[in-house]
């Protein structure tokens, strides 16, 4: 085997140091980063508030006339149609009481009929002189006064048939029925503080939805702005259960004015409630889509980030495949993604996966979000 000399081997051993430090200067691959291509579209903007269902009607029932109740003829719970008998209070001094009034009718229609007679027997005599003037005066005065009489005595009469009807207390609206406060015996009285009882009507159903004014105004100025547009749309809603209610409803009004111990505005809206499923006072959460962006873009929210001065911005996949950053306008999420209004174009390509090694101005290799990750060497093949 042939010997090598000294200096052969120093020199072979200086190429090669020359070429790993080549190869360490050599510039690193470029990092893979999976991009999405935006578009505009029509994006509904649904918000999701709380609130609580309330009566469409109610109504206390109390009494009219006073006396003991007899007799109750409902079934606490069910439900009740308007004019339905609910008590039945003791009538018998408002049928003496009506029967007097009659009697008193009758004796003033006598007295008008006799005064009437007189008047006219008087009128002919009048103009004779046969009479004095003052005496057929006197006499059609008479005659006038007793036909008041008539009146004031048909009133008492209607008086009193009304306090007789009133024995029999009634339902003022129709609904379900909650329970009986008062029992057959007790005493009750015309004008009393206390409720016999209570009705709700419950089909349909109300549902007052809390929004805070901050976000009522912001949506005020977005209107304004002309980037987005109203639109009426049904409410669904979410129980305590988590369960969906399957029918919709739709939004009635909106208070104009802000309560001051929470902040926040009243919106109704009304529900269909045929199997009484909803209940007052229970607490549910409503989805309804208030306006709509009619140019609006979504992007992934992992593709967002902040500034330091808090300013939303993206990479984008520019020209040469240089990440480009830049800073957009992003107001409010929809589901996953950022609703973009200002900062995008349809068709840029907006970079969402891979960011962490990104810097911007840095080479990428750019692939659509969701590929499979590749290796640089194939990526160069």
């Known amino acids: 085997m042939p010997q090598r000399s000294p200096g052969l081997l120093a020199l072979a051993l200086v190429a090669a140091l020359v070429g790993c430090a080549k190869k360490d200067r050599s510039p690193p691959s470029a990092q893979e980063a999976g991009y999405v291509v935006v578009s505009s579209q029509a994006v509904p903007l649904e918000i999701e508030l709380a609130g609580r269902t309330t009566a469409f009607e109610t109504a206390d029932v109390r009494p009219q006339v006073s006396g003991v109740i007899l007799a109750r003829r409902f079934e606490e719970g069910s439900i009740v149609s308007k004019g339905q008998t609910l008590y039945e209070i003791d009538p018998s001094l408002y049928r003496a009481a009506a029967a007097q009034a009659s009697a008193n009718l009758a004796a003033a229609k006598a007295s008008h009929a006799a005064a009437e007679a007189r008047a006219a027997r008087y009128k002919p005599l009048a103009d004779i002189e046969a009479v004095s003037k003052q005496d057929y005066t006197d006499a059609l005065a008479q005659s006038r006064q007793s036909a008041a009489q008539v009146k004031q005595a048909e009133a008492a009469l209607q008086t009193a048939n009304i306090n007789m009807r009133f024995t029999r207390v009634p339902a003022p609206i129709s609904g379900r029925i909650g329970r009986s406060l008062a029992t057959a015996g007790a005493l009750v009285t015309n004008g009393q ?11 349909p159903i109300f549902v007052d939805i809390q929004q805070s004014s901050a976000e009522l105004v912001v949506l005020r100025q977005q209107l304004a702005r002309g980037g987005i547009a109203p639109v009426s749309s049904p409410v669904r809603l979410m129980l305590e259960s988590g369960m969906a209610y399957p ?3 739709r939004l009635e009004f909106s208070e104009a004015l802000v309560d001051p111990t929470t902040g926040s505005v009243t919106l109704r809206a009304r529900f269909p409630n045929p199997d009484g499923l909803l ?3 229970m607490f549910v959460r409503a989805r ?7 140019n609006g873009i979504l992007v992934p929210q ?13 990479l984008l996949v520019g020209p040469g495949n240089t990440a480009v950053p830049r800073i957009i306008r992003a107001e409010r999420t929809i589901g996953d993604k950022w609703l973009v209004t200002q900062g995008l174009a349809p068709g840029d390509k907006v970079i969402s ?6 810097r911007p101005g840095s080479k990428i290799r750019p692939v659509p979000a969701g590929s499979p990750p590749q290796s640089p060497s194939r990526a160069k093949g």
């Open 279 to 281: 209940l007052p006072g």
């Open 353 to 358: 996966e891979g960011l962490g090694k990104l």
């Open 288 to 294: 309804l889509v208030q306006a709509v962006a009619p």
């Open 302 to 314: 992992q593709a967002v980030s902040r500034t330091a001065a808090g300013e939303a911005s993206v």
């Open 247 to 249: 029918l919709a409803g």
């Open 193 to 203: 503080a206390a409720a016999l009882t209570s009705i709700q009507r419950l089909d």
